[in-house]
């Protein structure tokens, strides 16, 4: 037996790719939508692809299973409780696919949605018993999967059921089991996933306090502690998975756009979407364009503040336009934002030859910014977008704080009466993002801390712990 991950930078989402060499059959757990690392995986080792499973219906990315059933003609299998509205194999617990001579025991593991099924993986090489279980959100590095996500009815169920599944299901396996989950860290669908890219059921009992927690009450109010706001674009993921996302081929490739194009698609509802660096974006951008710079937290902050009802346009790179919004469309198809229609031809400098209004967000180093707060007549306020777990862990005196994902969902920032904002998050990036929505919404004044809190600890600037 041979088990493969391909990883998803930004969605912090694992595929797995198991597969019998000698029957030369694979099958692949969790696909995301873009599918060609799994068909090259297939044709590098000489397999086919007989099988695809779905662990549960995804609220945090688009599942690729259509796409790849398309491709491959492989059947797709999928919990009967899912009862998603097109053609797959419904499995109960204890089903079993074949790949060969591996056998993928269904295991039902609900708590993160009713429907979750884990997979128990028996490799007739190595005996009768499972040797690795692919437990998708339901169990974590050194965490579980939250069941919060489909509303506040639901989730005390959930949170019930997600204490069964730890205490009857996962903790009765031999601790040798390799427990290969569906994210590491970095993904919002637990608390505080590790990093690693296994583990085993015998380190889970040691170090997870799911495990250590034998009291259903003290888990569920434990699991339910301190949980993060969930990304605005999951319950539009949980339809669009539930449905049945639309084939890739079916979507329009994009078009170039002119300046003025772009400004008449602005006009008509379009949302602008600028995926510079913060510093290009801060020198100057289209009026009430959106920042989300490309890179690792393009995709996740992308789902926060992106309407899934309007038209796309982004401005990027002027030399490396074309690269650059194959990628970005690629990454925006993942989360199901299919409205990308095009991008700037020539980036800003096509936009400034032609005279039109550019807005900048002026930068701040953080010893420029100290010596701003040394001179209170400036009224600058700083406001800390940061998570509460970050703002709690050391945060500058005197700041304001809302948490990012709070603003992008419409809450106002505490800095009323500040005749100027310093907006500040860990790096720049996230505080970018949030002073780009508040200049379209008509906040003036604000200005962007450069590196952020890193740049802060860097020089060995002072923080407090005790005012929230």
């Known amino acids: 037996m041979i088990i493969d991950r391909i990883f998803t930078p930004g969605l912090a989402q694992v595929a797995y790719l198991v597969a019998d060499s000698t029957a030369r059959q694979v099958a692949v757990i969790d696909p995301r939508r873009d599918i060609d690392a799994y068909t090259t995986w297939a044709d590098q080792h000489n397999v086919e692809i007989v099988a695809i499973l779905e662990t549960h219906v995804h609220a945090d990315f688009v599942s690729g299973a259509r796409e790849l059933a398309a491709s491959t003609r492989a059947p797709i ?13 419904p499995l109960d617990d204890g089903d079993e696919i074949t790949v060969g001579a591996v056998n993928l025991r269904a295991l039902w593991t609900p708590g993160h949605t009713p429907e979750h099924m884990s997979f128990l993986a028996i490799d007739p090489a190595k005996g009768d018993e499972p040797v690795a279980v692919f437990t998708g959100d339901a169990l974590f590095v050194g965490e579980v999967g939250r069941p919060d996500l489909l509303g506040e009815e639901e989730t005390q ?25 569906g994210h590491t860290a970095g993904s919002a669908c637990g608390k505080k996933i590790g990093a690693a890219p296994h583990t085993t059921i015998g380190q889970e009992k040691l170090v997870n306090y799911a495990f250590r927690i034998r009291d259903e009450a003290a888990f569920v109010e434990t699991v339910l502690e301190g949980m993060p706001t969930p990304p605005t674009y999951y319950p539009v993921v949980k339809r669009v998975n539930k449905v049945g996302p639309a084939l890739l081929s079916a979507l329009a490739p994009g078009d170039v756009f002119t300046a003025d194009g772009v400004a008449a698609r602005q006009e008509a509802g379009a949302l602008v979407v600028d995926a510079r660096s913060p510093e290009a974006f801060g020198a100057g951008h289209i009026p009430k364009a959106i920042f989300s710079g490309l890179g690792s937290n393009f995709t996740a902050w992308m789902g926060w503040l992106a309407p899934y009802d309007r038209d796309l346009i982004m401005v990027l790179d002027e030399q490396e336009g074309a690269a650059q919004f194959a990628e970005a469309r690629t990454e925006l198809r993942r989360i199901g934002l299919d409205r990308v229609v095009g991008y700037l031809d020539g980036g800003m400098v096509a936009w400034q030859s032609e005279d039109r209004e550019v807005v900048t967000l002026p930068q701040v180093s953080v010893h420029d910014l100290v010596d701003r707060l040394a001179a209170p007549q400036d009224g600058l306020t700083v406001l800390d977008v940061r998570s509460d777990d970050e703002w709690t862990d050391g945060h500058i005196a005197g700041a304001a704080h809302r948490y990012a994902g709070e603003i992008l969902q419409g809450a106002e920032p505490p800095v009323d009466g500040a005749s100027q904002v310093a907006v500040v998050c860990g790096s720049g990036y996230r505080s970018s993002v949030i002073s780009s929505l508040l200049q379209a919404r008509g906040h003036q004044s604000l200005i962007n801390v450069a590196g952020g809190m890193g740049a802060w600890h860097e020089a060995k600037l002072p923080t407090r712990q005790d005012d929230k």
């Open 77 to 89: 299998y999928a919990s009967r409780l899912g009862a998603q509205a097109f053609p797959y194999e």
């Open 157 to 181: 169920r959930l949170a019930e059921q997600l204490y069964e599944s730890v205490t009857d299901r996962f903790s009765t396996l031999d601790d040798a089991v390799v427990v290969y989950p």
